[in-house]
């Protein structure tokens, strides 16, 4: 889902692509690369932290 947007938002910022533009281009591209990152670190540390409860869980106090 969120690929699919920013591939069109890429489709349009390529329709006006000017010189100031560049700049606009980068910062969104970091921005949605940041977005992304949170978004797996989320993931990532859910599962982590699932495991880590499972492997405590499993051994006797």
Known sequence: M????YI???ERQ?????????F???LKDSFF????SIFY?????EFVSA??????NDQPV
């Not at 969120?2 to 947007?5: Q, Y």
């Not at 690369?33 to 992304?36: I, R, V």
């Open 51 to 56: 495991g880590i409860r499972s492997v405590y």
């Open 33 to 36: 690369l940041l977005c992304c």
């Open 41 to 45: 670190l989320e993931i990532f540390s």
């Open 8 to 10: 069109k938002g890429g």
């Open 24 to 26: 606009e281009m980068i």
């Open 2 to 5: 969120l690929m699919l947007l």
């Open 14 to 22: 390529s329709q006006y692509y000017g010189s100031h533009c560049l």
